[in-house]
Each structure stands twice: as C-alpha cells, then as structure tokens.
C-alpha cells in the first residue's frame, strides 16, 4: 500500500487535522515553557482557514467555534499543569455542558485569539469563560460558558492545594441564570426518560 492511499485512509476513517492541531498545541506550549496560574486568563491564536468557513466560504461556520473551544481547553489545562496534576492521581475531565453566543461572525482569513479564565467551581466541576476576540479590533466576536466535569477528584480540595486560590468568587448572574436553564433541562428530561424506559420495556415485552 503506497503512502498516499495510507494517508487517504487515515484521513477517511481518523480526523488526522485535530490530532496535528492538538500536537501543534501541544508543541507551542513546551517551546513558550511559559507557565500560568489557574486564576490567570490564557491565550490561545487562530485563524479562519477555508477549512473553517462556512458552505459560502465567507465566515467561520458554528460547529468549528466549539471546537476550537476544545483545543483552548486543552492549552489552559497544560499551560497551568491541571491536567498532568489530575492524571498523575488517576483523575479525568470532561466536557459536562457549553453555552456559546454569536455576536459577529469571524470573516474568512480573520485572525483571533480565544481568552479562557475560571470563572467559577464547585466540588464537581469547574466553569470558564472563553472568549473569540479579533486579534486586529479587539472585538470580541463570541463569548462561551464551559463547564467541566472532573471525574473520581473533588475540585474544591483540588484548587485548595494552590497558593494562588484564596477565596471562591461570587457566581456570575450568567452562570448563574445558565445552571438553572440546565437544572430545568435535566428534570424535564429526566422525566421523559423515566416514560420512556417504561415504553422501552413495554415494547419489549410485547415482542
């Protein structure tokens, strides 16, 4: 099998372009080797690339926002060694929820940068707000609110271990306003689910 069709099957069957953005990101942070404290805002750069854009090639089209809210995700994680922290005491995080509001749109050939900062934790999780500012005005374009869950590690003894943690602050009236949006969600799901595990029951019963 020659190397085009091995690199034609990797890129059929793997998302090759996020694992060499993730590398890049990755090798960006070990070159700068410059650290930050958990409270402090990162910056992560991009640009709209025709791979970005929309059907129309003009803007970058919704989906590609979340993910390179990922990939600032992972810069803020590695650049204050949360991450190597939580994986050296067998923990894990995930992505529990986001909520992302579009004011303008990122025109084709943009450059941006994407600002994360904690805004907010409890014993669960850890919640940021991440921001698509134009690197050339200064406007910011989208402004998202993350929340991370962390699996088998209470946050709160977690952030208690860093000096630079005194207090936590206020809840944002935002965050605040989007948990009880999810809270609502989940109890009316929850109850749907608890109908439909019946239903499913049910059916199989009659089949």
């Not at 990922?70 to 991450?83: K, M, R």
């Not at 922290?85 to 749109?105: D, N, P, T």
């Not at 946050?155 to 944002?172: K, Q």
């Not at 009236?173 to 689910?193: I, M, P, V, Y």
């Amino acid at each position: 099998m020659t190397p085009i069709l091995v690199l034609l099957l990797l890129y059929i069957i793997l998302d090759v372009n996020y694992f060499i953005r993730c590398a890049f990101t990755l090798l960006m942070v070990h070159l700068n080797q410059d650290k930050h404290a958990i409270t402090e805002t990162t910056s992560i750069f991009g640009i709209c690339t025709p791979q970005d854009a929309d059907i129309f090639l003009r803007h970058m089209n919704n989906a590609r926002y979340l993910r390179e809210l990922n990939f600032a995700s992972i810069h803020y994680y590695v650049v204050t060694d949360l991450f190597h922290f939580v994986r050296e005491r067998g923990g894990s995080i995930v992505q529990g929820a986001v909520m992302l509001r579009y004011r303008r749109y990122i025109p084709i050939f943009h450059p941006y940068k994407i600002e994360t900062k904690l805004i907010w934790w409890d014993d669960k999780s850890m919640y940021f707000e991440q921001q698509f500012i134009s690197a050339c005005t200064g406007f910011v374009h989208a402004v998202a609110i993350s929340k991370h869950q962390f699996i088998d590690f209470n946050v709160i003894d977690l952030l208690s271990s860093y000096p630079d943690i005194a207090n936590r602050p206020e809840m944002p009236d935002d965050l605040r306003l989007w948990l009880e949006a999810n809270d609502a969600s989940s109890q009316k799901l929850n109850t749907r689910g608890s109908m439909e595990q019946e239903n499913f029951y049910d059916c199989r019963a009659s089949t």
